[in-house]
């Protein structure tokens, strides 16, 4: 009898798979419900007020006054023409700060990212990044990349910085 083996591939997209599957069973995490949404077209309500909940960590002192993460996000997503594997992946990284599984899983917590304030959000991501768990410290890397990929693929940004 041969033993299990699963590659860290499959291993993370399953976390990530399970991670969304509990953001999308427990509705209503939202972190922003009173700011006023803008219409989306790639992503989901929700997706939107995690990625917003990541700008104010992980952008705080961002040169453009009306970035929106959340938006760059919907846009990304929704500026491609055909389905691709990244865009699931984005999807499912954008789950993870309202998942519950999340939250248990990694931090031994029951309460999600988004539904902390700013500083404990600030705090929990730090303790993430310097954590001996590597799949801590390996999504943390992920959204932290991602927040910055879609910051300079926005159009201000390059004019900011002299590519435009």
Same mark, same amino acid.
């Given at each position: 009898?041969? *033993?299990?083996?699963?590659? $860290?591939? $499959? #291993?993370?997209?399953?976390? &990530?798979?399970? #991670?969304?599957?509990?953001?999308?069973?427990?509705?209503?995490?939202?972190? %922003?419900? %009173? +700011?006023?949404?803008?219409?989306? $077209?790639? !992503?989901?309500?929700?997706?939107?007020?995690? @990625? $917003?909940? &990541?700008? /104010?960590? #992980?952008?705080?002192?961002? *040169?453009?006054?009306?970035?929106? +993460? %959340?938006?760059?996000?919907?846009?990304?997503?929704?500026?491609?023409?055909?389905?691709?594997?990244?865009?699931?992946? !984005?999807?499912?990284?954008?789950?993870?700060?309202?998942?519950?599984?999340?939250?248990?899983?990694?931090?031994?917590? #029951?309460?999600?990212?988004?539904?902390?304030? *700013?500083? /404990?959000? &600030?705090?929990?991501?730090?303790?993430?990044?310097?954590?001996?768990?590597?799949?801590?410290?390996?999504?943390? =890397?992920?959204?932290?990349?991602?927040? @910055?990929? &879609? =910051?300079?693929?926005?159009?201000?940004?390059?004019?900011?910085?002299?590519? +435009?």
């Amino acid at each position: 009898m041969e *033993p299990f083996t699963l590659s $860290r591939n $499959r #291993f993370f997209k399953f976390t &990530l798979k399970c #991670f969304a599957l509990t953001a999308v069973s427990l509705k209503g995490i939202n972190c %922003g419900s %009173g +700011l006023p949404l803008p219409s989306l $077209r790639g !992503i989901s309500e929700e997706e939107y007020h995690n @990625f $917003r909940s &990541l700008q /104010e960590v #992980f952008l705080q002192d961002c *040169p453009i006054a009306n970035f929106d +993460l %959340g938006l760059a996000l919907d846009n990304y997503v929704y500026g491609h023409p055909y389905p691709i594997d990244t865009e699931s992946v !984005i999807q499912l990284l954008a789950s993870i700060p309202s998942s519950f599984l999340a939250a248990i899983f990694l931090d031994f917590s #029951f309460t999600p990212l988004v539904k902390l304030p *700013p500083k /404990e959000r &600030l705090e929990r991501l730090i303790a993430w990044k310097t954590s001996a768990l590597g799949l801590k410290r390996g999504v943390y =890397l992920i959204l932290r990349q991602t927040s @910055f990929f &879609l =910051l300079s693929s926005d159009k201000e940004y390059q004019k900011f910085v002299g590519y +435009l």
